[in-house]
C-alpha cells in the first residue's frame, strides 16, 4: 500500500511557512516539493536533513534534537522544475504517484497555479479548476472573464504598440507588464507623454496592458472554498506608495479591514463571490484585490488562486487564531475541514521606509523590547511564531529586516525593494494605530549614502 502524500508546487514558500508542513505532518501526510531550479531548493533542503543528522548523532540516544524537529527534515522528496515548462511539472508529480498515494496538490506560488489546475484535473484531485487556473494566470484573460468588473483595458503586443499608445485616450492610466509579478513593472501615467516615456523601461518584446485608472481604497478579500461553497472570508485593507509615487507598491495590510463600511464590506464580498462563480471556482484559496470608488462601485484589481504573499496568511492567523495553512491542505487532500472563526484581534504588516544608500543596519533603542531579526535564507523561517490569545495586550510579533547588510538600496518600484517590516496585532484598531506609531518611531534603518 503506498503511503500518504501531498505535492506542494513552489515549495521554497513552505521553506519559509512552515505551517504548511506541520499542517502535512499532522495529518500523516509525506510532503513533496516542486520548485524551479533557481530557487535551491534541493540543496536547502538536504543541508537542513544533513544538519539534523549530525545533530542527532552527536546526541544521547535518550535526548530530543531541537534540530531533528525541523519542518524541512520531514520534506520527503523534491524536484526542480522551470514553472512555465507545464509538462515537466506534471511528469514530475505523475512520477511521484508510482510510489505515493497522492491525495493532494496545492500551488504555494503564482508561476506554478496552471500547472496545479492541470495536474488536480488529471488526477481527479481537489483544485480550484482549470478554468479558474488559467484565467488566473493571465491579465488580459482575467479582464475579457470578468468584464463586469474590470476597468476599461487594452492588450499591447509589441507589433501593435505604437498603434495602440496612440488610440489611447483614458488618463490617468496604468500600465501593467503581462508577465511579471508583484507589482513590477506597474506604473501610473498622467498623460499621453508620460505613456510614451513610460514604454522605455519595458523590453520591446514584452505584451503590456493599458487600464484606466480607478480611484479609490484597495482591499482584498481571501477566501476558502470547498466544491464551490465559501467556508471563510475576511477583508484585508491594504498602503501603497501610491499617494507619493507613479508606482503601485504595497506598504502595509491590515486584517480585518478597518476602514470600511458595512456596506461596502458586503459589496466587497459580493463582487467576490461573483468573481469566483464567474471562474467556477471550486477548492482552496482565492485571493482578489479590488478598489471601492467613491460611489461605491467594486473594481477588481486582479484576482488569485494561491495564498496571498506578504504575511497576509499570518495577518489571518492572528486574527482569528486558526491557521489557514492548515485548512489549505486539508481542503487539498479532500478533508471536510472545520474553517477559522470570526476575528478576534486586528493584525497589521507594516513595510519601513527607507532612503537609497547602502543597508549598514537597523535598529531599536535599548529598553523598546524588540528584537531584529535578519532574513537568512538557508535558516528561513517565518518569523511570525505564534499567535496570542484573544485578549493578549497589543504586541509587535516580529521585527525584520528584508536584506542583508551591505544591500544597496534604491527607490520603491516594485516589492522586491523593500527593507524591513514588522508584524503587530491588538484588540482594536486605536491600540493597532498606537502600537504602529511606537514601533515607526523607535525603530531605526541605518543607511549609508
Not at 476597468?151 to 503586443?157: H, K, T
Not at 492572528?318 to 484581534?345: C, F, K, N, W
Request: glycine residues 8%; hydrophobic residues 40%; contains cysteine.
Amino acid at each position: 500500500m503506498k503511503p500518504p502524500a501531498v505535492i506542494l508546487l513552489g515549495g521554497m514558500v513552505a521553506t519559509w511557512n512552515h505551517r504548511f508542513l506541520h499542517a502535512a505532518r499532522r495529518r500523516g501526510l509525506a510532503v513533496l516539493l516542486v520548485d524551479g531550479p533557481t530557487t535551491g531548493l534541493a540543496g536547502l533542503v538536504e543541508q537542513r536533513r544533513s544538519a539534523s543528522s549530525e545533530s542527532r548523532s552527536s546526541e544521547s540516544p535518550s535526548s530530543e534534537s531541537p534540530s531533528s524537529g525541523h519542518p524541512l527534515h520531514g520534506v520527503t522528496d523534491c524536484a526542480e522544475r522551470e514553472p512555465g515548462e507545464v509538462g515537466g511539472v506534471l511528469e514530475a508529480c505523475l512520477d511521484w504517484t508510482d510510489r505515493w498515494d497522492v491525495r493532494g496538490i496545492c500551488s504555494l506560488r503564482e508561476e506554478f497555479v496552471e500547472a496545479a489546475g492541470l495536474v488536480t484535473d488529471l488526477l481527479g484531485l481537489s483544485g480550484p479548476g482549470l478554468r479558474a487556473s488559467r484565467v488566473s494566470r493571465n491579465k488580459f484573460l482575467q479582464r475579457r472573464y470578468l468584464s463586469a468588473w474590470s476597468p476599461r483595458s487594452d492588450l499591447v503586443v509589441p507589433a501593435a504598440r505604437v498603434a495602440r499608445v496612440a488610440a489611447w485616450d483614458r488618463f490617468p492610466a496604468v500600465v501593467k507588464p503581462i508577465g511579471r509579478l508583484a507589482s513590477s513593472g506597474v506604473q501610473l501615467v498622467l498623460t499621453p507623454a508620460e505613456l510614451v516615456e513610460a514604454l522605455e523601461a519595458y523590453q520591446p518584446g514584452e505584451v503590456l496592458q493599458f487600464e484606466e485608472r480607478v480611484v479609490g481604497p484597495e482591499f482584498s478579500v481571501e477566501s476558502l472554498s470547498r466544491n464551490g461553497e465559501c467556508l471563510y472570508v475576511e477583508v484585508t485593507e491594504k498602503r501603497t506608495t501610491e499617494g507619493d509615487s507613479p508606482y503601485f507598491v504595497e506598504l502595509g495590510h491590515t486584517t480585518p479591514a478597518v476602514n470600511l463600511t458595512e456596506s461596502a464590506r458586503a459589496n466587497l464580498l459580493a463582487a467576490h463571490a461573483a468573481v469566483l462563480n464567474r471562474l467556477q471556482f471550486g477548492t482552496g484559496i482565492a485571493h482578489g484585490e479590488y478598489r471601492v470608488t467613491a460611489r461605491g462601485r467594486v473594481v477588481l484589481t486582479e484576482v488569485a488562486v494561491r495564498p496571498p504573499g506578504d504575511s497576509i496568511l499570518a495577518l489571518h492567523w492572528l486574527a482569528t487564531g486558526t491557521p489557514l495553512e492548515d485548512a489549505l491542505i486539508g481542503l487539498a487532500v479532500g478533508e471536510d475541514v472545520v474553517p477559522p472563526s470570526h476575528p478576534r484581534r486586528y493584525a497589521r504588516q507594516v513595510y519601513l521606509p527607507h532612503q537609497p544608500g547602502t543597508l549598514s543596519g537597523m535598529a531599536a533603542p535599548n529598553g523598546a523590547g524588540l528584537e531584529v531579526t535578519w532574513f537568512d535564507r538557508a535558516a528561513a523561517h517565518d518569523p511570525v511564531r505564534e499567535a496570542g490569545a484573544a485578549t493578549d495586550p497589543p504586541t509587535v510579533r516580529c521585527l525584520m529586516a528584508l536584506k542583508p547588510l551591505g544591500s544597496q538600496l534604491g527607490p520603491l518600484r516594485e516589492s522586491a525593494d523593500r527593507v524591513s517590516m514588522f508584524v503587530i496585532d491588538a484588540t482594536s484598531p486605536d491600540a493597532l494605530d498606537q502600537l504602529e506609531a511606537q514601533v515607526s518611531r523607535d525603530v531605526h534603518l541605518e543607511v549609508s549614502r
